[in-house]
């Protein structure tokens, strides 16, 4: 006769017990193949490359190798720190990122919402279409567009000043419009693609919900405040978490083009100070040394935000 301990002990020896591994595999093999490339990408460009990141610590040399270049321990850090350079590009990077932070990142959210009223399904995939566009476009490309509209000699808005008997603006090479135009283009290019995923969040919600508060008298307005922003609140808490990480990043390519003699001391950034330094300069484990801290800066960020999310009842990463 068995007893209920009996019971209790062989269901917990039969929970315990590992599964192998290998027929998953072969029952998902086509998943993990499909899935291949992206793992790839991140074992070739994301953690080998954290092995190297020891460099920072040495006085390294290619000839040497990391084996054999002398090390120095956290001189490179010492340096970077005491160079003037760094409150610089502190202030810039730090500046840039919380325009972005205070400007870009609701942006999406705010078209999302608008383009959920959108009633009349042709139009709102014409307009969808048309905002995701510049998404592909290279930022090449939206620095020539940039330089078309705004070139103090041959833009089309000093054009149209001048023929308004007005005075032309420079707005390229002035220094206190470089933050704002680097936001107003990271807006243009990508405000359509990042809204993606959240009208792709709106779609999951219960229509009934809708229906039952237009029942109450509800306008658009309340709907969307008490049932739509409520629907997306974790996914925001969780893209804000990961922004936060990123907020070191401001984007090489985009800087430096827009990067010109004048604008240097608001444009310098992290990202463009590595490339000069380490690329250009040959001064690998400096840059590392750099690169090292950016990266000690942004997971102290998300595990920071992360605990805070958590603390308040919000949805977190993990």
């Known amino acids: 006769m068995r007893t209920p301990n009996m019971d209790k002990t062989y269901s917990g020896q039969h929970l315990n017990k590992k599964r192998p591994i290998w ?27 954290i092995t190297n990141l020891i460099i920072g610590f040495q006085d390294y040399s290619p000839y040497l190798g990391i084996f054999g270049s002398q090390w120095v321990g956290f001189e490179h850090f010492t340096r970077f720190f005491s160079n ?22 609701p942006a999406p959210i705010i078209l999302a919402l608008m383009m959920n009223e959108v009633r009349n399904q042709v139009m709102k995939r014409v307009v969808q279409s048309l905002i995701y566009i510049p998404h592909f476009l290279s930022w090449v490309l939206i620095y020539g567009l940039t330089f078309l509209m705004f070139s103090q000699s041959e833009g089309l808005f000093n054009k149209l000043l001048a023929a308004m008997d007005k005075n032309t603006i420079d707005i390229l090479s002035n220094p206190k419009y470089f933050w704002s135009m680097l936001t107003v283009q990271s807006i243009w290019k990508e405000v359509g693609w990042g809204t993606i995923i959240f009208l792709a969040t709106i779609a999951g919600v219960d229509p009934q919900q809708y229906e039952a508060a237009v029942m109450d008298g509800a306008g658009r307005f309340r709907r969307m405040w008490h049932i739509t922003l409520p629907a ?55 840059s590392t040394a750099i690169g090292l801290f950016k990266s000690v800066v942004g997971v102290v960020l998300v595990v920071t935000a992360n605990k805070v999310a958590k603390r308040f009842g919000e949805e977190s990463l993990y």
């Open 23 to 49: 027929p998953d595999l072969k029952r998902d093999r086509y998943l993990y193949l499909l899935a291949l490339p992206g793992i790839l990408f991140f074992i070739i460009f994301k953690y080998v490359p």
């Open 84 to 105: 003037p350079d760094f409150w610089m590009l502190l202030r810039n990077t730090l500046g840039i990122s919380v325009m972005n932070l205070v400007f870009f990142f």
């Open 232 to 286: 997306m609140r974790n996914v925001i808490m969780i893209l804000f978490i990961l922004r936060l990480g990123t907020i070191m990043d401001t984007g090489f390519e985009q800087v430096y083009l827009m990067m010109n003699a004048a604008v240097t001391q608001v444009a310098e950034v992290f990202d463009t100070y590595v490339y000069r330094v380490g690329i250009r300069q040959g001064e690998f484990s400096y």
